[in-house]
T-cell receptor, first 110, second 114 residues
Framework: QKEVEQDPGPLSVPEGAIVSLNCTYS??????FMWYRQYSRKGPELLMY????GNKEDGRFTAQVDKSSKYISLFIRDSQPSDSATYLC??????????FGKGTRLSVIA | GAGVSQTPSNKVTEKGKYVELRCDPI?????LYWYRQSLGQGPEFLIY????????DSGLPNDRFFAVRPEGSVSTLKIQRTERGDSAVYLC????????????FGEGSRLTVL
């Protein structure tokens, strides 16, 4: 079992829809949780990060962590075609390298 | 300022050849990471430097892979006797010690071994 599991999709939604992306993790020692966005043939870029259970909101994006169930979510409101990308969840502890999920490929159709 | 720079962006080589991939991190970032990403997969950790030394090389798949960072800035990932299974995008990232999860990635070096 990988430490961070993520459904690779692909996921296709109409413009304006609410998107829910999810990951689970197995290592209870993980302290911080990140979402990266990766456009085709580009490097991942940091989108959101959280260091505790609960919600964190940034514009149309909300990151949610539930440490009791080891569940990480990213919600995108009013999705736009420019949101079409692969979304990678990741988890880490201390200075150890981040562990990434497989990524979920999202397409937002105009 | 400049982001993480990786060269070459694309490299096609033949099985058995030697390859070097270069990463120039963001100035002042002491931590540097190499990840490998295969098609349809997330980045997989290879090696992590803090300054000049390799703090964790547990992700290197075998002894054909080696990386250096002699002056604590630019890093080179070296692959000997390349195999077709080494074909992937090699991603470099850097960060500051105070924010270890906030990685700044380069655009990657796409390696194809024929």
């Amino acid at each position: 079992q990988k430490e961070v599991e993520q459904d690779p999709g692909p996921l296709s939604v109409p413009e304006g829809a609410i998107v829910s992306l999810n990951c689970t993790y197995s290592n209870s020692a993980f302290q911080y949780f990140m979402w990266y966005r990766q456009y085709s043939r580009k490097g991942p870029e940091l989108l959101m990060y959280t260091y505790s259970s609960g919600n964190k909101e940034d514009g149309r994006f909300t990151a949610q962590v539930d440490k009791s169930s080891k569940y990480i979510s990213l919600f995108i409101r009013d999705s736009q075609p420019s949101d079409s990308a692969t979304y990678l969840c990741a988890a880490g502890q201390g200075n150890t390298p981040l562990v990434f999920g497989k990524g979920t490929r999202l397409s937002v159709i105009a | 300022g400049a982001g993480v720079s990786q060269t070459p962006s694309n490299k096609v080589t033949e099985k058995g050849k030697y390859v070097e991939l270069r990463c120039d991190p963001i100035s002042g970032h002491t931590a540097l990471y190499w990840y490998r990403q295969s098609l349809g997969q997330g980045p997989e950790f290879l090696i992590y430097f803090q300054g000049t030394g390799a703090a964790d090389d547990s992700g290197l798949p075998n002894d054909r892979f080696f990386a250096v960072r002699p002056e604590g800035s630019v890093s080179t990932l070296k692959i000997q006797r390349t195999e077709r299974g080494d074909s992937a995008v090699y991603l470099c990232a850097s960060s500051t010690p105070s924010n270890p999860g906030e990685l700044f990635f380069g655009e990657g070096s796409r390696l194809t071994v024929l």
